[in-house]
């Protein structure tokens, strides 16, 4: 099973970055032990701060990958072009935030993606990932 996992502007800065709401851990770091935990899948991850390029990676992955795993950051809240990818590619992705952001500032509330998504997952830490993973893994 090919599962992709794909983070948009500013989780790069994951473990240094308002550690308060995203945690203390690398992306990184949680990559690895997460891998470890599903031997049996094989999880690819891409990282990009540009909106096109997150198109882009949606485009090339989205007709032949098992699972799309997007954590879009405030594009989330703001592209309509990243949910018209997501209903033009076949692969189904599952939304992930790792904070509650119903929780956050109302500009957070609203996602133009969800309504395109396989479901959502919100405010579970980075643990999200992993839940999206064994989401994906049920069907
Ligand atoms: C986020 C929530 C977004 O509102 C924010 O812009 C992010 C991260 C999350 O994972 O909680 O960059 O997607």
Redesign the pocket.
């Known amino acids: 099973m090919n599962i992709h996992i794909i983070n948009?502007?500013?989780?790069n800065l994951l473990g240094v970055r308002e550690k308060s709401?995203?945690g203390d851990s690398s992306f990184d770091t949680y990559l690895t032990g997460l891998k470890s935990k599903y031997p049996a899948v094989n999880i690819t991850y891409y990282q990009s701060n540009v909106e096109g390029e997150l198109i882009n990676k949606l485009h090339e992955i989205g007709f032949s990958e098992d699972g799309i795993v997007l954590?879009?950051?405030?594009y989330?809240?703001t592209s309509v072009a990243i949910a018209d990818a997501i209903a033009a590619i076949t692969t189904s992705v599952v939304e992930?935030?790792?904070?509650?952001?119903h929780k956050?500032e109302e500009f957070?509330h609203h996602s133009y993606l969800s309504a395109n998504c396989k479901g959502i997952i919100?405010?579970f830490g980075m643990d999200?990932y992993r839940l999206a993973i064994e989401s994906l893994i049920v069907k």
């Open positions: 948009g502007p500013n989780l709401i995203y954590n879009a950051g405030a989330t809240h992930v935030h790792i904070s509650n952001v956050r957070r919100v405010g999200g």
